[in-house]
């Protein structure tokens, strides 16, 4: 009666919620583990967890799996729900019937080979055959759902690869089963551990933690995953300064006290946690004993196991950082588990009975106690790992039911392909999953080449609230991580980060010398001229590419910048001064000249090549401006080659000025008849010969000379800034060129040195003895000082020299002579200058004392 009347409020409960729910809801049937199909598929859950001690096995059928894994078996139920969802469907498969099978996998590789053999079986005989060709073997499911971790898949995926046997994991995520070759019908719904490390290593980047230890647990995720850790870690210049393995194939106490011990000793501030959730919760009962703080990276694995959130004082530990798949809650999934519940409680109570079948086999009954499920025990599905993560589980059904979807050409109403005979080769729907593309729920499905998903990972902070644990999301992960870190509550209690490093990060401009083992441990050291730091991370300067420089302490290298003489320059105003006082001058005495043209001074200075001379020392003065600017090709082949040829023509006239007087002085009786000659077509050819030279020399050094275009194209750059001035090459033809107008200038004074003073005569040697010594010495000077010099100050001192010389030769040569035009204009008469006009032997100054 007591049974009766519970049964009845029961009834009034949920069906007064009965419009809530779908309508399908009232077709759920409590077979939990098996359901009759048109096609069948398997699945691999752990159920239970092992109870027998492995050591002391002696019989192939000696292990019991006899402790309910909740968190297992609350996943099984997930595969129940979809598939019951999908058969209530119209549109999806409709006129077939998905059925399933489900087995435990008790995480021990003894377990799962039955129920994979199992599902090998052909059709529904329970025998396998071997064949030679499994082609057209119709295997006893269609594809399998699971198993969870990565240790049981390395046990079944290359057998069930073998069959091509679609095998969609919810949970494993080694990398190693991305190899198709190996696993070539193996997919999964969860991220493989490749994506999880980049998401870790990418978090540890964003916070600048590059001190860190990383431990495993010692399985095929743990060991896997820490080792790509590891890798990748050190590719991203993160020192992993400890690593460590949680056994579980033995007491792990020791080995976890020894690895927090090394921990501590390394002073790193965040440890990856690479494990599952029972060897993780090993770890953190120790953590907790010893009262340590710290970050705590956690992986997939135990992130959200409840085993984990429910360790007492585990609020202390520190802060917690973890990852969770990218998924969606089912909407309808606990209202469905909560009908079934009251299902089975029903059907209990109207049996009478509390046990359904009490001699069924382990294998064709997982979980017998779950004959005592009532909706007291919602909390099973209701924990955050099992809501977050049923969503693996329901797409790896969907994903199935829309290759079986596509393969059958179906349709919203019906499936054409489908007839009583159909056969469905697990090959040909493997095929059809690869090219599955789906919407579940508003998140986008599909499968890349390697069968992973199309999904990434969030990223989630623990909270503690009186003593129980919540989950704030802080981020996301999709190929880049995303996350905002003021969500972040950090357990030092400040806002600030808490670091992680064993050297302090280098000042811009340094790299880093590493000490020890770990390239996180380093010394800073200063990047020279010519190099530059180009990462952070680097550990030796880089050397500047060609045509580039840098400066000390410099993180780039830069083309160099070239100055030059500017036109407003203090430096070029005072010179552009000097140079206009000087044509004028010689202007003025051009114009001087050329009123007492015909004049016996005029005449014996040389006539009209006195005044090609002064129209020669004011294109050198002019020519000066070349220097000033920009330089450029044309004006580099110009520079020095007319610096040189403007000289060469004025002491090319005092040099045959010169001829003349050693003639007349040296050759007294024959020179008169000859004087007439020598003063014209004699001086015009030496004049020519001599610009003819020093015209052939300079074009020598133009053609072998770079242009400047050329000489910065193979200038090696080792400046930032410098001075730009035209290439001064070949040094020998410069050096020719120069010396030949030194030549010229020492000619005329040894011509003109010893030439006797005539009496009462202006003396013409005088002034070219003067003007060319003066020459000489400028240029004598400037050739030592040229060379110790730096570019600006060459081009400096070359003006500053052309204008000196340029000068000496107006001062020494035309001055005394423009004195004599302007001052004593009595002396300008034939027998003042006899000597040189007539050709009259010079009495020497001496003899006329004498006399």
């Not at 070759?181 to 540890?204: G, I």
């Not at 007492?312 to 519940?341: C, K, W």
Request: proline share 5%.
């Amino acid at each position: 009666m007591h049974g009766q009347w519970r049964l009845l409020v029961l009834y009034c409960f949920f069906g007064s919620h009965q419009g809530q729910n779908p309508s399908w809801f009232q077709n759920i049937s409590t077979n939990l583990f098996k359901s009759p199909g048109d096609f069948l598929l398997g699945g691999i859950f752990p159920i239970n967890v092992l109870t027998s001690n492995l050591s002391e096995r002696v019989e192939p059928d000696d292990i019991h799996c006899g402790v309910i894994n909740e968190y297992g078996l609350a996943l099984s139920f997930v595969m129940k729900y979809s598939v019951d969802e999908i058969n209530a469907r119209s549109d999806l498969l409709p006129g077939i019937r998905l059925g399933f099978e489900i087995f435990d996998s008790c995480m021990q590789s003894a377990v799962i080979m039955k129920p994979t053999l199992f599902f090998l079986s052909e059709g529904s005989s329970e025998v396998m055959e071997v064949r030679c060709n499994y082609t057209d073997y119709v295997t006893r499911v269609v594809a399998v759902i699971g198993p969870y971790s990565s240790e049981m898949v390395s046990m079944t995926g290359k057998l069930m690869g073998f069959f091509l046997m679609p095998q969609i994991s919810y949970g494993a995520t080694s990398e190693r089963f991305s190899d198709k070759s190996l696993y070539p019908s193996f997919m999964r719904t969860v991220p493989s551990d490749r994506w999880q490390v980049e998401a870790m290593v990418q978090l540890l980047k964003e916070f600048h933690w590059n001190w860190v230890a990383v431990v495993g647990s010692e399985d095929e995720y743990g060991r896997k995953g820490q080792q790509q850790f590891s890798s990748v870690a050190g590719e991203r210049s993160i020192c992993v300064a400890y690593e460590g393995v949680i056994p579980i194939y033995s007491d792990p106490v020791p080995v976890v006290t020894e690895i927090l011990q090394n921990i501590v000793m390394t002073k790193v501030g965040v440890v990856v946690v690479f494990a599952l959730a029972e060897p993780a919760k090993v770890f953190f009962t120790e953590v907790i004993r010893r009262n340590m703080t710290g970050i705590w990276v956690a992986s997939t694995a135990w992130a959200l196991h409840n085993s984990m959130t429910a360790l007492p004082n585990i609020h202390t530990v520190g802060t917690i950082l973890a990852f969770a798949d990218m998924t969606q809650r089912l909407g309808h999934f606990s209202s469905y588990m909560r009908e079934l519940f009251t299902k089975i409680e029903e059907e209990r109570l109207q049996s009478q009975s509390t046990e359904q079948v009490a001699e069924s086999s382990p294998l064709d009954n997982p979980c017998p106690d779950c004959w005592q499920l009532s909706p007291d025990n919602m909390s099973l599905v209701e924990v955050p790992m099992v809501q977050r993560t049923a969503f693996s589980v329901y797409a790896a059904i969907y994903s199935i039911a829309q290759a079986l979807h596509d393969m059958l050409g179906c349709n919203t109403t019906s499936c054409p392909a489908k007839t009583k005979h159909t056969k469905i080769y697990p090959w040909q729907l493997l095929k059809e999953l690869w090219k599955v593309k789906l919407n579940i729920n508003g998140t986008y499905f599909k499968y890349d080449e390697e069968g992973n998903p199309s999904i990434g990972y969030d990223v989630l902070v623990w909270v503690f609230d009186n003593n129980t644990v919540r989950f704030k999301d802080i981020g996301i992960f999709n190929q880049n991580l995303t996350i905002n870190k003021s969500l972040i509550k950090w357990y030092t209690g400040s806002a600030e980060v808490p670091q992680s490093t064993c050297s302090e990060n280098c000042a811009a401009g340094q790299v880093r010398r590493v000490k020890g083992f770990h390239s996180c441990c380093f010394d800073c050291i200063d990047c020279r001229e010519g190099t530059f730091q180009n990462n952070t991370d680097d550990v030796q300067c880089t050397p500047c590419p060609r045509g580039q420089w840098s400066v000390h302490l410099s993180t780039n290298c830069t083309h160099p910048t070239f100055e030059y003489l500017s036109w407003s320059s203090y430096k070029s105003l005072g010179l552009v001064l000097v140079g206009a006082v000087l044509l004028m001058c010689q202007a003025t005495v051009g114009i001087l000249f050329f009123r007492h043209r015909g004049t016996p001074l005029v005449n014996a200075s040389g006539g009209s090549l006195s005044g090609l001379s002064l129209l020669s020392l004011m294109g050198g003065c002019a020519s000066l401006v070349l220097f000033l600017g920009r330089p450029n090709d044309l004006v580099c082949r110009l520079q020095l080659p007319l610096n040189a040829i403007f000289p060469t023509v004025a002491l090319s006239t005092i040099l045959a000025i010169s001829l003349q007087i050693v003639c007349v002085t040296e050759f007294p009786e024959r020179v008169p008849a000859h004087l007439e000659n020598l003063r014209g077509a004699g001086s015009w050819m030496v004049v020519l010969t001599c610009c003819g030279v020093q015209a052939g020399l300079s074009g020598w050094y133009v053609h072998e000379g770079p242009s400047l275009s050329q000489y910065l194209s193979n200038l090696e750059v080792n400046f930032v800034r410098r001075f730009l001035c035209c290439p001064v090459q070949p040094i020998l033809n410069f050096g020719l060129m120069l010396g030949f107008n030194g030549v010229l200038s020492l000619i005329s004074f040894m011509c003109t040195f010893m030439a006797p003073k005539p009496a009462r005569q202006y003396n013409l040697a005088r002034d070219i003895t003067i003007s060319t010594l003066a020459y000489c010495l400028v240029w004598v000077v400037f050739i030592p000082v040229y060379t110790g010099l730096d570019d600006e100050m060459k081009a400096i001192s070359h003006m500053t020299v052309s204008l000196l010389s340029n000068m000496a030769l107006m001062a020494a040569y035309f001055f005394p002579k423009c004195l004599l035009l302007i001052k004593h204009p009595e002396f300008n008469t034939d027998d003042h200058f006899c000597t040189f006009l007539d050709g009259a032997p010079p009495v020497p100054q001496e003899s006329q004392n004498k006399q």
